[in-house]
């Protein structure tokens, strides 16, 4: 068995660490590109939202490397992401690649519908040892977040640019080539050390920016054209709503561990104009931008696929909660036919109103 998955940012890390700590092959999919969302768009509906585009020539250039399984994620959705694993599947067999698909999702009826399809992929491996590689992964996620977190505030303030894309990219590696519990301890601070060595100017004046959305294409670099990369470059430190170890914490083990962050605040936050959830992270974009207007953030960004429905819900409601709230929100739909200069003209002009705007109360406040 050969197994694979489709990308969606660094989530490769922790996967591929999980099922090799069960001795498990994984042929990973090149990273994704634009021959990736070319092979994906050519064979997806059109409507289809992009991530299920990229998914696609994901699975289909991880066949062309000898993959013949796909392990995904499932839903009940209300937005398409329920039926991505079977319409995806449905593709590929028309297409004549030989996949099986296993599908981890909620249980209809009874807890062994989830356990039999585990144990599709795990085969008779034993329940503790499934645990272990599962904390595994998760640890694994935790110590991408962190280093992450770090290129969000030295990205602003680098003296070379593109030191901190460099030193990110070698401190992934590290926590990707971790084979064990230990060597991962010793990555996570490898990486770390890595990332403080960037030089930088501690004392260049910066504004905090947050994403926003759906989660594929706020994890996923390519989907979002390196939006994070761009603002940075802009002097800009980026917070993220979404981050893969609390979604982690937060959808597979129910909030256990505690000191994390968690999107609860958000669901809470966003009461007062949405009281219900429409599917994917809508509600959580709603009430992030309450909670980064009250942490003093100068701006926040709406990242979402062309057609992706929560999000859309999320974005008739945003003018009001901006208004209220008095913070900037900016609205970016990406697709296939997205420019990545166009967007960037877009950043541009967002965070030139931003530091404006920014300077405006400063001397207003001084006025007083
Ligand atoms: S959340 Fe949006 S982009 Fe993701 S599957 Fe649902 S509709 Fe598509």
């Given at each position: 068995m050969k197994v694979t998955f489709p990308h969606m940012g660094n989530l490769y890390i922790c996967v591929k660490g999980m099922l090799e700590f069960l001795d498990i092959e994984v042929i990973l999919p090149p990273a994704s590109s634009k021959r990736t969302l070319t092979l994906g768009a050519k064979y997806s509906p059109?409507?289809?939202?992009?991530?299920?585009?990229?998914?696609?020539?994901?699975?289909?250039?991880?066949?062309?490397?000898?993959?013949?399984?796909?392990?995904?994620?499932?839903g009940c959705g209300p937005c398409r992401f329920g039926y991505y694993a079977q319409i995806e599947h449905s593709i590929l067999q028309d297409l004549g690649y030989k996949y099986n698909l296993v599908v981890l999702e909620p249980p209809e009826k009874h807890i062994t519908e989830l356990t039999s399809r585990v144990r599709q992929i795990?085969?008779?491996?034993?329940?503790?040892?499934?645990?272990?590689?599962?904390?595994?992964?998760?640890?694994?996620?935790?110590?991408?977040?962190?280093?992450?977190?770090?290129?969000?505030k030295i990205r602003p303030r680098?003296?070379?640019t593109g030191e901190t894309d460099r030193a990110l990219a070698e401190a992934l590696k590290e926590i990707d080539r971790a084979g064990n519990m230990q060597e991962l301890k010793l990555a996570e601070v490898r990486g770390k050390e890595i990332m403080n060595d960037v030089a930088v100017d501690s004392r260049r004046p910066v504004i905090k920016v947050a994403l926003t959305g759906e989660i594929f294409t706020l994890l996923e670099p390519f989907?979002?054209?390196?939006?994070?990369?761009?603002?940075?470059?802009?002097?800009?430190?980026?917070?993220?709503?979404?981050?893969?170890?609390?979604?982690?914490?937060?959808?597979?083990?129910?909030?256990?561990?505690?000191?994390?962050?968690?999107?609860?605040?958000y669901c809470r936050s966003a009461a007062p104009y949405l009281?219900?959830?429409?599917?994917?992270?809508?509600?959580?974009?709603?009430?992030s931008i309450p909670v980064y207007a009250r942490q003093g953030y100068a701006g926040v960004i709406q990242v979402f696929p062309f057609t992706c429905m929560p999000e859309i819900v999320a974005e008739s409601i945003l003018p009001k909660v901006s208004a209220a709230n008095d913070i900037p929100v900016m609205t970016l739909i990406m697709d296939e036919h997205t420019g990545e200069a166009g967007m960037v003209t877009r950043l541009e002009a967002f965070v030139d109103l931003l530091e404006r705007r920014q300077n405006r109360g400063y001397t207003m406040k001084n006025a007083k």
């Open positions: 059109e409507f289809a939202c992009m991530p299920l585009k990229l998914n696609l020539g994901n699975l289909i250039e991880a066949s062309e490397l000898g993959a013949d399984t796909i392990m995904m994620a499932g795990t085969g008779k491996k034993s329940w503790w040892k499934v645990i272990q590689a599962i904390k595994y992964g998760y640890l694994k996620s935790r110590a991408v977040d962190e280093v992450e977190l770090m290129s969000f680098e003296l070379v989907a979002n054209l390196n939006i994070e990369r761009h603002l940075g470059r802009l002097a800009v430190e980026v917070d993220r709503s979404i981050y893969l170890s609390e979604w982690i914490n937060d959808h597979l083990f129910m909030g256990l561990l505690k000191g994390i962050r968690s999107t609860k605040e009281n219900h959830f429409v599917g994917g992270h809508g509600l959580e974009t709603v009430g």
